[in-house]
């Protein structure tokens, strides 16, 4: 088997693995998405025909909304879903646009990188003070801020994936991968 082969298989399988993580993630957020949808129809409908309202709601709609968000980041870089601006990129030959997506994507890599080590600290912080939302409901904020250290981690290996997948159309195999270069 030749050097190409076997790290284009590696490149492949990590790929592979990395979108079923995705897949696991992105429903783990659906998830919560469903839970806050059917605690904020609960809330309004108590409140509403009742007048009773569930203490703590508000607080845990808070922490599910930025659950949802973290946990999908991966997967909408997977599938190209984020904010970009293509018009400088839609011009460009093949070979030019996989290098300024390399580049681009290795500037967000080492932002995100950093932003997993510095919330990852934040996390352990508040999960060694075990820190809560504040009375009565006591909700664990530290929990909310894991999730964003695993999300921003998911996302910087699928970062490294894609500029991987860069790299390679860039200098792969002479016919292969060569675009409309």
């Not at 490149?11 to 469903?34: C, P, S, T, Y």
């Not at 009375?135 to 991987?164: K, Y």
């Amino acid at each position: 088997m030749s050097q190409d082969a076997s790290s284009d298989r590696t490149v492949w399988a990590a790929n592979r693995w990395m979108i079923k993580v995705e897949q696991v993630l992105a429903h783990g957020g659906a998830v919560f998405a469903l839970a806050m949808m059917l605690l904020t129809v609960i809330e309004i409908t108590l409140r509403k025909i009742l007048g009773y309202s569930i203490e703590g709601v508000f607080e845990a709609v808070e922490l599910m909304l930025v659950i949802i968000v973290y946990l999908g980041l991966a997967r909408v870089q997977y599938l190209g879903k984020n904010v970009r601006v293509e018009i400088l990129l839609s011009n460009v030959p093949f070979k030019v646009r996989q290098a300024l997506e390399a580049f681009t994507m290795l500037l967000s890599l080492a932002f995100f990188s950093l932003a997993v080590y510095m919330t990852g600290k934040k996390a352990w912080a508040s999960w060694l003070i075990r820190e809560t939302t504040f009375l009565p409901a006591e909700l664990p904020i530290w929990a909310a801020r894991g999730v964003i250290t695993i999300g921003l981690f998911f996302l910087s290996i699928r970062l490294l994936i894609q500029i991987g997948e860069c790299i390679y159309n860039l200098i792969g195999p002479p016919g292969k991968n060569s675009g409309d270069s």
